[in-house]
Structure formats: structure tokens, C-alpha cells
DNA sequence: GTAGCGTCTCGAACAACGTTAGAGAACCTG
DNA sequence: CAGGTTCTCTAACGTTGTTCGAGACGCTAC
């Protein structure tokens, strides 16, 4: 049976999230495949290109975008597309790293598209809605690269002496002490906390734009 | 007269902002300072613990964090301190792939300290001051890395086709219609559009912050 | 049936990379 | 001048992405 490059992509991603990108070599990649390494440069032109289907398909992993529910307000739904994004990039090892690296790619102008639609129904014009949904994207995926930058680096000597010196600062340790440190979810409380931020700023925007519409 | 790390790191900044961090090799850089390559390894552990030096040397350049001027809204303030940040990263070529890569330093840490002081002093709880400037941290560092992604494609024909898939979406042609297309600025202007968002989200919480203590 | 042509895979090899080992200048210190 | 630290070199190793050219399989045409 011949192979085909949907398999290749497919275990690449699969090997990527179990070893990491670093360790994401042709040649392993190849060997899980039951096949020389240079036969996988039949399937798929270089590394780079493999690297940009891998992206394509994690974003399709992540599952396809949804209207809002009836009687949902529209910051809840869109609050909720941004965590589908998060829980896609942070479930994947490294996947962020990936994703990071490509533009929209014409598999999530779909996607993209779709949102639009429920943003320019509750009001927003179609520009705005645009660049709504591309801040939050790059806001998901500015959290999920520094957490996995953060994961790569489990060294506690430097988290020791980052905290050591953190107590030297006022506000910094007052700030540690009322998040209990640095935990393990923590990552995802901040996440959820800048969300919020942003959602409430387009809330904010949203109504001024309604204001602005009805006085004139 | 010896070599010193300084030196060391300064140059490979530089031929980073010069050849992009894929050219940025070890040989090369060597060459670059009249010396054979295994020298660096005196200076530096490994390439790792020069990416982290030169991160640091990146954030520093940023230049110091201020405080508010008198009479200026924290918010404008706030917002002038991310777009400092913004310009550090997206002055030098890849730099926002290289400080991504890093949490935050030891270096870091009093610029975030004297910036919780101002919030905190305008009324934030110092936990949720620390969360704010990393929220917005991510985002510019979201933005930073997905405009240099942009850059190192530039791929006429990629973008063609992308174009053209769009205009067969109602509500993203409408879209790239009202923006006058991706046009050289388009980054900035989608940066600026977020953060305003993120800061009035910001805004508003502070504002809520305020009545929910007025009222008890 | 066999000649020919796409499809798919392989072994061998290349240049370049990060990195290590070990030898040797140059410089202080006694 | 002896000894050790500081700094640099040449040589080389293992690994990586990638290319070349040869072959095996299946299909179609005459």
C-alpha cells in the first residue's frame, strides 16, 4: 500500500506531540513510518512545507467553529471560540510553535469567515469583526507560545533564584502571594484573565459603536 | 585584546537584525568576530544560552520602563508602554522569535515591578496588576511573532490565492474592501486595533474595580 | 507479451550545523 | 623563570536536511 502524504502529515503530528518539535527529525519521522528517509521528499517537498501541513492540520484538529447557541450572548460565544483555539494549541505539545509560523491559511478563512458572520449580525461592521478576531488569535496564540516556552524550561534553579529575587520587589512578591506562586494551572488562569480583558474591551467598544449608531 | 561575552552577544544581535535567526550560525557569527568558531564555546555554554543572552540584551534595549507623566491618563500611559515593547520586538528581525523563547528574566523583572507600582498606586490589586501587564505581554509578543511569520513569506503567489479564496467569503471581502487590503501598514494598524481593545477592556474593569469597592 | 511510462521507494552521499577534545599561545603571579 | 589561568586554535565527531541516481511495482498500448 502505497503511502500518502496525509499519513505522513498525520504521524508527524502525532510524533511531534511525543517527543517535540526539536526531536522531530525526517529521519525519525521516516523510521516511525516503516520508510527511508528520503522517500518522505516524495510526499512532501522539504521540512518547511511539512511543517506548514502539520500547522494546517492542527488548526483542522481544532475543530470547526460554531454559531452562538439561541438565547447565548455573543461575548460568551466568542469567549468560547477563543478557549477551542487555546485548548488546540496547548493540548498539542509544541503545537503553538508550529501554528505560530503560518499565516491564516485558506483552511481557516472558513472558519474565519463564520465568525464574521455572527459579529456583523450583532452589529460590529464587517472590519472591525475582522480585526477583532485576528487580535484575539494573536493574543491566544502570544499565551500559548510562552507556555510552551515556559514548559520547555523546567529549571528549577532559575525559578528559585526568579523568585529570590522577586521577593526584593514589593509589589511583585505582594502580587506572587495573592496567586499562591507560580502553580500549575496557572498558566490558564492567566490565560482566562486576559480573555476576559479583551472580550470586555470589545463589549465596551461594541456598545459605544451601538451608542454612537442610535444617536445619529 | 580578549573577546568578552558582551561582544559576543552584541554581534550576534546584530547579524540576527542583519541575515535573520535561520543564517545566525555559530561559524558564521565566529567569522563575523575574526575568530574560529569553537571559541564562542569559552563565552558562551551553547547556542541555547546565547539565544537567552541575547533575548535579555533584547529586552533591555527596549529601553526602561517610565512612569506616568503628570496629567496623563494611566490608560494612555499603558498603552504607551506595550507599543515601546511592541517596537523593540518588531525593530529587529526575528527578535520576537528569540524573546518568545524566554520567560520573564531576571532583567525583566524591575521594569515589571516599577509598572505594577503604577497600577497598583491607581488602584489595581497588585495580583491583578501583575496579570494585566502579562496579558498584555502576550499579546504583543502574539503580534510580534505572527507579523515576522508574515514577513519571512513573502510569497506573491501564496497570497494570491488566498485573496482570491476570500472573495468568494460575503463578509471577509467586505472586510479587506473596507481596509484597503493588506496593504505595508496593515500590522501596525491591527496591533494598534487590539491593544485599544485590550486597554479599554482594562479600562472597564478598573472602572468596575472602583464602584464595587465604592459600594461596600 | 512485452515495451514503455508514471508512481513510489531505496542506498549512498553531500554540505552544513552544533559540539567536543586536546594542544598551544599569551598573560599574570609568585 | 616556573606554574597556572585565560583565551584561542585545528581537527574531528555525530546528526541534520537534502540531492542524486538507480531500481521495483503497476498500468496502458501496441
Redesign the interface.
Given at each position: 500500500m502505497a503511502l500518502t502524504q496525509d499519513q505522513v502529515v498525520e504521524r508527524a503530528v502525532d510524533l511531534m506531540a511525543e517527543v517535540g518539535l526539536e526531536a522531530l527529525t525526517l529521519r525519525r519521522l521516516a523510521t516511525e513510518l516503516g520508510v527511508s528517509a528520503p522517500t518522505l521528499y516524495w510526499h512532501v517537498r522539504n521540512k518547511r512545507e511539512l511543517l506548514d501541513l502539520m500547522a494546517e492540520a492542527l488548526i483542522t484538529r481544532a475543530g470547526r467553529a460554531t454559531s452562538p447557541a439561541p438565547g447565548q450572548p455573543w461575548w460568551e460565544w466568542l469567549a468560547e471560540q477563543a478557549r477551542l483555539q487555546w485548548r488546540a494549541l496547548t493540548s498539542h505539545r509544541d503545537a503553538a510553535l508550529v501554528v505560530?509560523?503560518?499565516?491564516?491559511t485558506?483552511t481557516a478563512?472558513?472558519g474565519?469567515?463564520q465568525v464574521?458572520?455572527s459579529l456583523?449580525a450583532v452589529g460590529f461592521?464587517?472590519?472591525?469583526?475582522?480585526?477583532?478576531i485576528?487580535?484575539?488569535?494573536?493574543?491566544?496564540?502570544?499565551?500559548a507560545?510562552?507556555r510552551q516556552?515556559?514548559a520547555?524550561?523546567d529549571d528549577p534553579e532559575?525559578d528559585a533564584?526568579?523568585l529570590q529575587?522577586?521577593g526584593d520587589?514589593?509589589?511583585?512578591r505582594?502580587?506572587?502571594a495573592?496567586?499562591g506562586g507560580p502553580g500549575p494551572s496557572a498558566d490558564d488562569?492567566?490565560f482566562e484573565?486576559?480573555l476576559?480583558?479583551?472580550?470586555?474591551?470589545?463589549?465596551?467598544?461594541h456598545a459605544a459603536l451601538a451608542g454612537a449608531g442610535a444617536a445619529t
Open positions: 505560530a509560523g503560518n499565516r491564516p485558506d478563512l472558513p474565519i469567515e464574521m458572520a456583523v461592521p464587517p472590519a472591525e469583526a475582522l480585526r477583532t485576528l487580535s484575539i488569535g494573536n493574543y491566544v496564540i502570544g499565551c507560545v510562552e516556552a515556559e520547555a524550561r532559575r533564584r526568579l529575587q522577586a520587589l514589593p509589589h511583585l505582594a502580587a506572587l495573592g496567586l488562569a492567566g484573565y486576559g476576559a480583558l479583551l472580550i470586555g474591551g470589545v463589549r465596551a467598544h
